[in-house]
């Protein structure tokens, strides 16, 4: 995931002394790096080995400092340490906190330079880097360390990618293809591995080679290893090219899930390299392992998931720590999965897609942001790692170089991938409503990127059992640069050239969605006229048992209800209500303006009179659009005061303290109604109705300077306008470049994109029980609100920002 | 053009007659008319050779469906009370997938599984009153049918207006089938409403 972060002023406007001076500084800075890690790199310094290392160097030095002190009171004083230098004290965290801060520094840099990203993909950038820094280093005289470490690899810079994959998967399309899917991530990975290691092991045999000392078992390992398009790589470059929605799904999907089989295979060849041959009953175990692995990995994943949406449920009063249950349940099914020997990837995407619409219904919208912004981050980090790894890792690696070996491989991969691709579709078409093109198949078969998967699990290889594991090597690492660079640099011009149909940038209107709801009823009902269990059928089946009984087992409170089409016009409402407002629409507002009735709260129509009837005083429909239009001209003005203003009404979850104190706010609201009546500048504080979790959080995330009507359900509550307090920084508006350019295939993500800003101020004045107490029934308490409310985020000085000033 | 000469189960000739002779032939498969037919079968209970409403009413998963009465509407032309075999190919027709290779040849009627033509017979499921408009009023009914009790009157009155204001070009204060094709262009309709089993 490159996440880019947009410079805040136009690339022109930006001096060419201002670049030029921080490309300087990186360099320095590189060089610095490079001069420390290479010194320290004498001892070994893979993180996991090194804990007992740098242990017994504390020790030492604590036992060093005691002697010292003993000697203190024995011998002759010695002079006071004032300041003194201890590398190797904090040498183990210092050094991945270079190399991470060198990552981010470089992605920094390569923005910088104008046109440079638009020409080369990122991950060709990084993997040179990545060789500059190894050369550095060999240049200096020092070792290389081994940085692409298989347990380094595999336990910390692969699971952030894949979860962040998994949770912003998009299931429908995934859903969709998923036969398609399937069918090139196992049958043809399964091609894969037997075309080219069959054929290389024939050309071993060939005399003219000297490499007739390579059997078949390794071989066909070799095989399995390279065969696997590696979801990084496909991550990396395909994003930049912002395909459309299926090739990305396709080629995506396939990365993701043949997992399972590179496992079962590795492990398969590995095992019996050592016996020298396979029977017919390790073959049949081998496809019961593979069954295993994969829904073994699912399941692990799935019920991870479905614990960590269980318990988001109670999560309400400790809003805090919520992202990190999303965090560490994954992580955990992660490991959990390899502890078995099972699909790890599988079991991250499983657990990231199962728990996702239960968690976000349940947990903060701040949380929501902290968990997006946390996978984005560390997926983002880990993979310009990976990158810089692969090169450093070649320039360090033993290398066994062997022409035909090297060039067998590569043309061998590419024929077998197309043939592959071919023919798989020309079978998928067959079943495929839409067919896959020919386009389609180049692309398809074009983006079948190898990366650093194959690497470490070439690195893996016991050096005993296989003595060509440095040929193996270096063909593994030649094979991913020839994808990388020649296929990664390639695919966008070739993208453009072949007119591939792009993905569509445009957001979903309530037309699209209204319509496509209606479509998917018409289908089900014509399939259900047919008597044919198609596809509609059994999602419409799935949706139902959803409803009935998940959601109600795993989100917390009302929320369960809410139909989506809602969720959706709420969101559109809202930013279009930014929309209006930023681009200073006038004071009359058309009829698209949210209107009161949009904000009100979702419960069934049968509400008692007699609660409608606990009103405050009656406001009419005429002085609240003067209300309107008088805070609407002051907006401006009014957000100096809103910092104020914040910090004293932000309150905790008004139902938390009862009747009494609800009525004390009641009395408190009537008072500020009269006052704004009165004054013209006054900031008023929201009397927000219930409303749904996503209505508030399309509200938190939206422009601070929308503010739209709020009203009651009855007509006793009076309007009262809201202004959200949220200063604008600018960096808010990169945000919002950085992932429209992301083109995040999220499309939840897709949909707030439009309006994320940095919500870390406080947002959520205090609001009104009153509008509230209206809809509830029976003391529910209502979730939508309070899940706002309740979550003042870590401490209320991080609500202080600087104010914005237009 | 392909003659539907198959052999088909020793059922009403009558029927079987008439379909045979006329243009079945190229909207669907002679498979697709044998496995229909046999849905047809096992719907007409009482072996009428025509379906009533309540035929299709006996459909359970159909009554669970919001829009599953105007499915139904669409199968019985305006004033007819049964539909025979022709009318129900003929509906379901529209939803085999479209053949892209098909030539344009603007001489020749649109094909009834074409995209227009799956438009235009979603568009005649919101038009009840079939006046080439989806009215506000229509819309609402829509709506209501499909988020059933789970939003409040105004609710669906803001997203009715929405909507059509989003869509409407002309200003007219409702949907035109032109505007309505227009509003769905960036869905994939051939794949949206295409199923398996005409394929």
Known sequence: MSVRVALHSPTGSRSFLERGLLLLVMLIFLEGTVLTLGAASSPDISAQDNTGGGHDRRDDHRGIAGSHEHTNYTYTKKAFPVLSLDYHHIQVPFEISLWVLLASLMKLGFHLIPRLSSIVPESCLLIVVGLLVGGLIKLAGEEVPPVLDSNLFFLCLLPPIILDAGYFLPIRPFMENIGTILMFAVVGTLWNAFFVGGLLYAVCQIEGTYLSQVELLPCLLFGSIISAVDPVAVLAVFEEIHINELLHILVFGESLLNDAVTVVLYHLFEEYSGAGEVTPTDVILGVICFLIVSLGGIAVGAIYGILAAFTSRFTSHTRVIEPLFVFVYSYMAYLSAEMFHLSGIMALIACGAVMRPYVEANISHKSHTTVKYFLKMWSS?????????????????????NWTFVSVTVILCLVSRVIGVVGLTFIINKFRIVKLTTKDQFIVAYGGLRGAIAFSLGYLLDKDLFPMRTMFLTAIITEIFFTVF???????????????????????????????????????????????????????????????????????GERYKEPQLIAFYHKMEFKQAIELVESGGGVKLPSAMPSQVSMQNIQPKKLPPAVAERALPQFTKGREEEIRKILRSNLQKTRQRLRSYNRHTLVADPFEDGWNDFLLKKQRMIELEKKMTEMSNYLTVPAAPPDSPTMCRARLASDP????????????????????????????????????????????????????????????????????????????????????LSDPGPSNEDEEDEPFLP | MIWCAAVLPNTNTNSMNRWFSCFLFNIVTPAHIVRLYDRFEALDKEKTGHLRPQDFGAINRLAMNPIGDRIIGAFFSPGQETVDFHSFVRILAHFRPADKKRPKDPSMPEPVNSRTSKLKFAFQLYDQDKDGKISRAELLQVLRSMLEMQVTEEQLESIADRTIQEADLDKDDAISFEEFRKSLEKVNIDHKMSIRFLR
């Open chain 1, 381 to 401: 980090v880990s993979e310009t790692l990976i990158f810089i790894f692969l090169g450093v890792a070649t320039v360090a690696g033993p290398h066994a170089w």
């Open chain 1, 486 to 556: 020649v296929q990664g640099m390639t695919i966008k011009p070739l993208v453009d050239l072949l007119a591939v149909k792009k993905k569509q940038e445009a957001k979903r209107s309530i037309n699209e969605e209204i319509h496509t709801q209606f479509l998917d009823h018409l289908l089900t009902g014509i399939e259900d006229i047919c008597g044919h269990y198609g596809h509609h059928h059994w999602k419409d089946k799935l949706n139902r048992f959803n409803k009935k009984y998940i959601k109600k087992c795993l989100i917390a």
């Open chain 1, 705 to 788: 300077n929308a503010f739209y009507n709020i009203k009651a359900s009855s007509d006793g509550v009076p309007t009262i306008q809201v202004d959200l307090a949220s200063p604008q920084s600018p960096d808010s508006v990169n945000m919002l470049n950085e992932f429209s350019k992301r083109g995040a295939t999220d499309q939840g993500l897709g949909q707030r994109e439009g309006a994320t800003r940095d919500e870390d101020q406080g947002l959520m004045m205090k609001l009104s029980s009153a509008g509230k107490e209206e809809k509830e029934e029976g003391g529910n308490k209502n979730p939508g609100l309070m899940r706002c």
